[in-house]
């Protein structure tokens, strides 16, 4: 009896162990933005045929034929995914069309029906910008009965342990033109009776205050802040939404409540720009300058791009008693108008009904396109979120998003392991239980680490995507402030093939290129499967503070619009790059001094 007692009570904790050590063995991918006819301004532009359902049907591996006509299907599901229609006159759209509906003879429904796309978008953005609802459209009781069927949707299609499906939607905030858009999800259905729109106010401040009432109701809610590419220099900026400058009460607000920033979607990346990162030879990715919602061009600032923005929170901690404003980690996001977006380079049916077709992305007629002619080459397949949970389910990604050990990729799957410490022995990663090593002597991506008198230790791992295309490096970027100016540096920490950093200059000679754009082709005859390595700072600097995060690429593949240019018998546009290098960027690790 004692001796079956005993194995019991071995099985027990062994399971418990067990279950311990696989608490976070489980990567997930998918997305917490994109837009359905239910969006306002995708319905004015185009797109009323899909609602929220053909989203849904779409991320889940389901076949859904596409505004363009073609039947579309992801290649491999998404694990989760949250439609972010926005709150601004959510849903009212599909009555525009609808003879019985109360809006169908409103001043927007008229333009819409007379397919004048772009002066009703216009119209839209206006309407957003001046915080005054569009004629017809802006009943208090519509907007909550919307929001509950909306809710009963992302419901209908949770499947736990299968696809998980998120509540939420977009705030569109667009103060003076810039784009400080944030997307609101909840941990559950427990949510508000209506949402918070920029209708009711476009300053962040009021938003923060509404989500903090929420959660004193018991509502599970945070933000997602994008497009800080289009925010004028005002998403990571040194001023509140009055003008003045911030302080520390509001650098706390703002990590409570937007823990997370998207990396990148259909209307470019946020994460770097050249000129701010000169010695960057890969921060020239994706960029897309330009308005939203008119799609005017406009110059780069630093208060658009995470990686100064990181760097400005190292900064400006300084001035705010020793609290860094913008510790925000990263995820990834589709921004798509057409309800279904494919991620994919090989399979871009475009986000708009303007660009939809090969030959509208690459050459739109004017009033077409988000800009001039052409400008839609400028347009991305959109990004990813990678979290790595025990379940997937809402409880445990949304817990992953808000304590972000999440990471962003540029739509492809790379597995992606980063841990900061300062005892990983150079071979812990060859060792079996290496990840449960580096949670218990380290803090994974996303965490604060105490600053100590060493060099910090970094582990790193990454996985190629199955289904594409092999690893060219993997690097580690560090961020530091001395109070006065921001500094960067990127290092090369794990490469593919026999190559080496030049001892001078640590420039890497680049990975062979075997793409053919006649045909829109590649090989993985170079690169790696996998990558990873323990690397320590050689440049620490005792009692500084510091960001590190990591940039894993990929060998170069044809980029979308080749794939377009072939199809349609054509050289590439010399407009964009015809080659592409599909990467992933984690959240990063804070190594601060502690009180």
């Given at each position: 009896?004692l001796?079956t ?31 359905s ?19 849904f ?64 978008f ?52 667009l ?22 729109s ?91 300058n ?19 923005g ?7 901690k ?35 009904v ?24 400028y ?20 817990d ?28 812990m ?11 218990a002597s ?22 190629k ?9 993997i ?12 500094y ?6 794990a490469l593919?093939?026999?190559?080496r ?6 420039t ?48 170069p ?19 964009v ?19």
């Amino acid at each position: 009896m004692l001796n079956t007692l005993a194995l019991v009570v071995f099985l027990f904790l062994a399971a418990e162990v067990r279950a311990e050590d696989h608490s976070k063995d489980l990567v997930l991918f998918g997305t917490t933005h994109g837009h359905s006819n239910w969006s306002i301004d995708a319905f004015g532009v185009g797109n009323q045929v899909l609602g929220p359902e053909g989203a849904f049907e779409f991320a889940r591996g389901d076949k859904v034929t596409h505004l363009n006509g073609n039947e579309v299907q992801l290649k491999r599901p998404l694990d989760f995914f949250m439609l972010s229609d926005h709150a601004e006159m959510m849903g009212t759209a599909p009555g525009l069309n609808d003879e019985e509906s109360v809006v169908y003879d409103t001043p927007i429904g008229k333009l819409v029906r007379a397919g004048k796309g772009t002066e009703a978008f216009t119209m839209i953005g206006n309407a957003i910008i001046s915080g005054k609802p569009l004629e017809g459209l802006g009943d208090p009781e519509i907007a909550q009965s919307m929001w509950k069927e909306y809710v009963l949707i992302a419901d209908r299609y949770n499947d736990p342990g299968v696809f998980t499906t998120f509540p939420g939607y977009e705030w569109t905030s667009l103060p003076g033109g810039s784009n400080m858009h944030r997307n609101i999800i909840f941990r559950s259905s427990n949510v508000p009776e209506a949402p918070f729109s920029a209708m009711d106010s476009d300053r962040a401040e009021d938003l923060w205050s509404a989500m903090e009432g929420w959660r004193q109701q018991g509502i599970e809610v945070f933000a997602i802040s994008h497009n800080g590419n289009g925010s004028l220099g005002k998403m990571f900026g040194l001023l509140d939404s009055d003008g003045a400058l911030i302080t520390k009460e509001w650098a706390i607000r703002r990590n409570r409540n937007e823990p997370q920033h998207e990396a990148g979607q259909v209307k470019g990346v946020s994460m770097a720009h050249p000129m701010f990162s000169s010695n960057d030879e890969f921060a020239n990715f994706e960029i897309w300058n330009r308005v939203v919602p008119n799609g005017g061009p406009i110059s780069p600032m630093r208060g658009n791009y995470v990686r100064e923005g990181w760097k400005i929170g190292l900064g400006t901690k300084y001035q705010l008693d020793g609290v860094n404003p913008y510790m925000l980690g990263l995820g990834g996001g589709s921004d798509s108008h057409a309800t279904i977006n494919t991620f994919e380079e090989f399979n871009n049916q475009g986000n708009h009904v303007f660009d939809n077709t090969p030959e509208q992305r690459r050459s739109g007629p004017p009033g077409q396109s988000l800009g001039k002619p052409g400008d839609n080459l400028y347009l991305t397949p959109g990004t990813l979120t990678g979290v790595w949970v025990a379940k997937n389910d809402r409880g445990h990604i949304f817990d992953a998003m808000e304590r972000r050990e999440s990471y962003a990729t540029s739509g492809t799957r790379i597995k992606v392991r980063f841990f900061a410490g300062y005892d990983f022995p150079n071979d812990m990663i060859s060792k079996a239980g290496w990840v449960n090593r580096a949670y218990a002597s380290g803090v994974p991506m996303g965490g604060e680490l105490a600053l100590k008198e060493k060099p910090i230790r970094i582990a790193v791992q990454a996985m190629k995507d199955p289904d594409g295309a092999n690893l060219d490096r993997i690097q580690v970027i560090k961020l530091w402030s001395d109070g006065y100016s921001e500094y960067e540096k990127i290092y090369e920490v794990a490469l593919s093939g026999e190559r080496r950093p030049n001892p001078k200059t640590g420039t890497v000679p680049p990975v062979p290129n075997t793409v053919d754009v006649t045909q829109a082709t590649y090989t993985n005859e170079h690169g790696a499967t996998q990558l990873q390595a323990v690397w320590t700072d050689p440049d620490f600097v005792a009692g500084r503070d510091a960001v590190y995060y990591a940039r894993v690429l990929e060998i170069p593949t044809p980029r979308w619009s080749t794939y377009d240019a072939v199809e349609l018998g054509l050289p590439p546009s010399g407009k964009v790059p015809a080659t592409i290098q599909e990467r992933a960027w984690t959240s990063p690790i804070w190594i601060s001094q502690k009180d």
